[in-house]
């Protein structure tokens, strides 16, 4: 029983860390739907309660709200407690096995870059943020 509510409380901490952090929680397949077949450039941050994502992954994710370049939405699932919106999600990531955390990087409601666990994982977050900025440019500014 104490357990359940070590784990609740973590999880809690880690959804509050990413929506602090400007990112919109998606719960459920729809909204997923909704909002991944819109035009333009959708970053997708797969949380999870692992040691990396809350040293790592939400700390770069957070660093990226203030970059120059920036994609048209923020917002993130939930692996392991989301996982409707997870494998809805996952399947606009086509080619790439399920990673959490990881990131997305969704252009008109295909997968232009994916940082995978094993690019996160043992890694610094500029490390993480350097990944990112670079697709950023790449698929953001100079495509607009």
């Given amino acids: 029983m104490e357990f359940n509510f070590f784990m609740n409380d973590v999880v809690q901490v880690a959804r509050q860390e990413i929506t602090e952090a400007g990112y919109t929680e998606l719960k459920t397949s729809e909204e997923v739907d909704q909002v991944l077949q819109n035009k333009g450039t959708t970053l997708v941050m797969v949380n999870s309660v692992c040691g990396c994502a809350g040293g790592i992954a939400r700390?770069?994710?957070a660093y990226m709200k203030n970059?120059?370049?920036?994609?048209?939405?923020?917002?993130t699932v939930f692996a392991g407690q989301d996982k409707e919106a997870t494998s809805k999600?996952?399947?606009?990531?086509?080619?790439?096995?399920?990673?959490?955390?990881?990131?997305a990087l969704v252009k008109d409601g295909e997968i232009k870059v994916?940082?995978?666990?094993?690019?996160?994982?043992?890694h610094e977050p500029i490390q993480v943020v350097q990944k990112l900025e670079k697709a950023f440019k790449e698929?953001?500014?100079h495509n607009e």
Avoid: K, L, N
């Fill in 67 to 75: 970059y120059d370049v920036q994609p048209d939405r923020y917002v």
């Fill in 114 to 122: 994916m940082v995978e666990r094993h690019e996160i994982e043992g």
């Fill in 89 to 103: 999600a996952r399947e606009y990531f086509t080619g790439y096995a399920p990673s959490s955390p990881s990131f």
């Fill in 139 to 141: 698929h953001i500014e």
């Fill in 59 to 61: 700390p770069a994710a």
